[in-house]
């Protein structure tokens, strides 16, 4: 049997760095998260409710979270009393999740928390090369890599930008 070269790679492997890294940073947030008994989910439904009123359907797209899982959230939220259902404002039939204010202020401490992880990502970057990083990664996810290709064998989405 004739032993088989492998092709030559002619560049780094982009899908490698760019799942290790965000994986890697994902699990440093859920550490540091944990610390205050948050998931990254409670904390992402946390603060986009806090930015305008969202039904619990919203807050799911915006976390890239199917139903149940965000069920189990905002059920976690509400027994921590952080969040709680309500009424819409603007549409009697629809329920919206509202933080409470010590939502509020766990929302404010969990986003220095995210903060805080970022920075010290950031960190092992040299300074000058650092928004130079952030500026180049936006524009691939907003331009080229901003939505994913069809496929009949679709790759694992990757959770959406809490922008």
């Given at each position: 049997?004739?032993?088989?070269?492998?092709?030559?790679?002619?560049?780094?492997?982009?899908?490698?760095?760019?799942?290790?890294t965000?994986?890697?940073?994902?699990?440093?947030?859920?550490?540091?998260?944990a610390?205050?008994?948050?998931?990254?989910?409670?904390?992402?439904?946390?603060?986009?409710?806090?930015?305008?009123?969202?039904?619990?359907?919203?807050?799911?797209?915006?976390?890239?979270?199917?139903?149940?899982?965000?069920?189990?959230?905002?059920?976690?939220?509400e027994?921590?009393?952080?969040?709680?259902?309500?009424?819409?404002?603007?549409?009697?039939?629809?329920?919206i999740?509202?933080?409470?204010?010590?939502?509020?202020?766990?929302?404010?401490?969990?986003?220095?928390?995210?903060?805080?992880?970022?920075?010290?990502a950031?960190?092992?970057?040299?300074?000058?090369?650092?928004?130079?990083?952030l500026?180049?990664?936006?524009?691939?996810?907003?331009?080229?890599?901003?939505?994913?290709?069809?496929?009949?064998?679709?790759?694992?989405?990757?959770?959406?930008?809490?922008?």
């Amino acid at each position: 049997m004739t032993a088989m070269t492998p092709p030559t790679r002619t560049q780094p492997d982009l899908s490698y760095l760019l799942d290790h890294t965000s994986h890697v940073l994902r699990t440093q947030i859920a550490a540091a998260l944990a610390e205050i008994g948050l998931t990254a989910r409670m904390h992402c439904v946390l603060v986009h409710a806090l930015e305008r009123e969202c039904t619990q359907s919203e807050l799911a797209e915006i976390g890239d979270m199917d139903k149940t899982t965000m069920v189990v959230t905002v059920d976690a939220l509400e027994k921590a009393g952080l969040a709680e259902r309500r009424p819409s404002s603007t549409d009697r039939r629809a329920r919206i999740i509202a933080v409470t204010e010590e939502g509020a202020r766990t929302a404010e401490r969990s986003q220095r928390i995210v903060d805080e992880v970022h920075e010290q990502a950031l960190g092992a970057l040299p300074e000058g090369d650092r928004k130079t990083f952030l500026r180049l990664l936006d524009h691939l996810a907003t331009g080229h890599l901003s939505s994913p290709t069809p496929s009949p064998t679709p790759a694992r989405r990757a959770r959406q930008s809490s922008r």
